[in-house]
């Protein structure tokens, strides 16, 4: 875990930057979901809770969606009294490190955000863990927030599924919402404000290169910046 908090020095990051921060070229994008919320009229605000892999970087990529007015990094799929950083880190809380998106449903759906979140911020085939982090708290996991949310999630698994868009079996888990913890003040923003630490140059950054090449209708160049927490 303290592999993350480390810096690069700076000629050294400078060097690596530009490569670290490219999209991935074995990223593609893939199609959206057949069955999907219509856009709403009305402006308002929807809530997706979503988890696949360190929040620091889920978080820092969703901010760059357009539609999205906040998202927090925390917790959820476990109790309160072990909604700690150093707890769940043990992994054995029923807790997985995730983000709670609030997005206006007239400018993005609830299937483009699942769409992004597939394809772009996280691999769904591997199971407890994703890339240098492992454990049933970097697991991929959808908490539905209603009926509507949980249809729209199983059928886009069914479907990319059936379409083979990945080369390994869909592994995310699809719950039901219980609950969500904000995560400690120092977890909040971090991408924007380390944005030389190695972990998110070499695991974080690529992912926002991503959304901008694969999906430029829904990428927005400034992030929205967790103002308050609720």
Known sequence: MEFRRLSLPALLLSALLPLCADADENVRAIPPPSLDEPRAVASGTETAVLSGGCFWGMQGLFEHVKGVRQVIAGYAGGGQNTAQYETVS????????????????????????????????????????????????????????????????????????????????????????????????????????????????VNDLPKIANLKKLYPALYREDPVKLASMP
Do not use: C
Request: aromatic letters at 12%; hydrophobic letters at 35%; proline letters at 5%.
């Open 90 to 201: 043990g992994g054995r809380t029923g807790h997985a490190e995730s983000v709670k998106i609030a997005f206006d449903p007239s400018v993005v759906s609830y299937g483009e955000i699942l769409r992004v979140y597939f394809s772009v911020a996280h691999d769904p085939t591997e199971l407890d863990r994703q890339g240098p982090d492992e454990g049933s708290q970097y697991r991929s996991d959808i908490f539905a927030a209603n009926d509507m949310q949980e249809k729209i999630a199983h059928a886009y698994v069914a479907e990319l599924t059936r379409g083979h868009d990945f080369t390994a079996p869909i592994v995310t888990r699809i719950d039901r919402f219980r609950g969500f913890y904000p995560a400690e003040s120092y977890h909040q923003d971090y991408l924007i404000h380390n944005p030389g630490s190695m972990y998110i140059v």
